[in-house]
């Protein structure tokens, strides 16, 4: 590959990296070409973009970034397929899912950034799919805050009602 190519690729891998807040490292040396289209499609399905980078471009686009990708530790070897995301657990749950419809052992998660912290290794899959996103927790915190006032509500409701069917009572005798 040519100096000028490699400074491409470097920039495109620099874009994907501003764009999306999360990237998780993963290995799909092994699937054939119909299962990576088929991981391709529920990527596309899922907002993840994937993408396959040579660990060396993936390094210096990291090293142009000032991240320390030391952490990655072993991560950056062998073939590596990168899923972008802005949900933190969205590529998680989708190595679970495509590994459960197809009964494949790949991808194989290497390692993860995301929330602003580094995961190494597949064991760390299940603590992936555990995180809640931004939006999920937004959520969370809204119905917990509606809870109260949907109580009283009723409560107010509830005794309105109780008064009408007496008043109406009196008024029919």
Do not use: W
Not at 37 to 51: A, F, G, T
Request: contains cysteine; positive net charge.
């Amino acid at each position: 590959m040519k100096k000028e190519d490699k400074a491409i690729v470097i920039s495109q891998i620099e874009e994907n990296l501003k764009s999306f807040s999360h990237y998780y490292l993963t290995e799909t040396q092994g699937l054939n070409a119909a299962q990576v289209s088929n991981l391709r499609r529920l990527c596309n399905k899922n907002e993840v973009k994937m993408v396959v980078v040579k660990n060396k471009l993936f390094i210096k686009a990291l090293e142009n970034m000032g991240v320390d990708y030391t952490q990655f530790g072993d991560a950056l070897k062998n073939n590596t397929a990168v899923l972008f995301s802005n949900v933190g657990n969205a590529p998680a749950k989708l190595i679970k899912e495509f590994r459960k419809d197809k009964a494949n052992e790949k991808p194989i998660l290497k390692a993860a950034y995301v929330e602003e912290c580094f995961y190494v290794g597949e064991n760390q899959l299940d603590a992936l799919c555990a995180i809640k996103s931004k939006n999920e927790l937004i959520g969370e915190i809204i119905g917990l805050l509606q809870s109260p006032a949907k109580n009283v509500i009723s409560a107010l409701q509830s005794g309105a009602n109780t008064i009408h069917g007496v008043l109406t009572t009196l008024s029919e005798r």
